[in-house]
T-cell receptor
């Protein structure tokens, strides 16, 4: 099983609908992130969380909200989806302690299409 | 603000050719981390390397090598004797550095590499 699991993997929805993307991890990392990937724009940070009480906006947080339900769970919500939120979404975790590589561990991605 | 520029959006090479992917970054921090990630056609993101700003040694791992030059704010990635399996999108990334680790990672837009058999 993957260490970082995202659900759903694919979702098609309509404009105005509420959507939740869920992320769970078994790595025991405190830090979790949501990124969105668009062609020609790379990965852009939406929100990040360093523990259940610490949530921070990234560069493109407008139109999104998050919830850190537990150390292992970090959900991304689109309260009222719009077509320009069509993208590939990645959840990631990290444990950048001395001696570690500090890499981000990514989920497999959730492809969202908003019609 | 941090910024990562990957000026090459797409590169095509013939198998066995060497290819260099450029990465230029901007940061006001004196200490920071640099990363390269690979995204093959299957879509997952694969970590390749992390480099600390205070370690300017170049690194080689098999056919992969990285050239970090602080003076030019560049962290270039070279694949020697490219193979079809190297076809992917490659992302360069930058993070700040704090006690206990970095805060957040900023990615470039990626360079799509196509290796033609």
């Amino acid at each position: 099983d993957a260490d970082v699991t995202q659900t759903p993997r694919n979702r098609i929805t309509k404009t105005g609908k509420r959507i939740m993307l869920e992320c769970s991890q078994t790595k025991g990392h405190d830090r979790m992130y949501w990124y969105r990937q668009d062609p020609g724009l790379g990965l852009r940070l939406i929100y990040y969380s360093f523990d259940v009480k610490d949530i921070n906006k990234g560069e493109i947080s407008d139109g999104y909200s998050v919830s850190r339900q537990a150390q292992a769970k970090f959900s991304l919500s689109l309260e009222s989806a719009i077509p320009n939120q069509t993208a590939l979404y990645f959840c990631a975790t990290s444990d950048p302690q001395p001696g570690n590589t500090g890499e981000l561990f990514f989920g497999e991605g959730s492809r969202l299409t908003v019609l | 603000a941090q910024k990562v520029t990957q000026a090459q959006t797409e590169i095509s090479v013939v198998e066995k050719e060497d290819v260099t992917l450029d990465c230029v970054y901007e940061t006001r921090d004196t200490t920071y981390y640099l990363f390269w990630y690979k995204q093959p056609p299957s879509g997952e993101l694969v970590f390749l390397i992390r480099r600390n700003s205070f370690d300017e040694q170049n690194e080689i791992s098999g056919r992969y090598s990285w050239n970090f030059q602080k003076s030019t704010s560049s962290f270039n990635f070279t694949i020697t004797a490219s193979q079809v399996v190297d076809s992917a999108v490659y992302f360069c990334a930058l993070s700040d550095f704090t006690v206990g680790g970095y805060q957040k990672v900023t990615f470039g837009i990626g360079t799509k590499l196509q290796v033609i058999p």
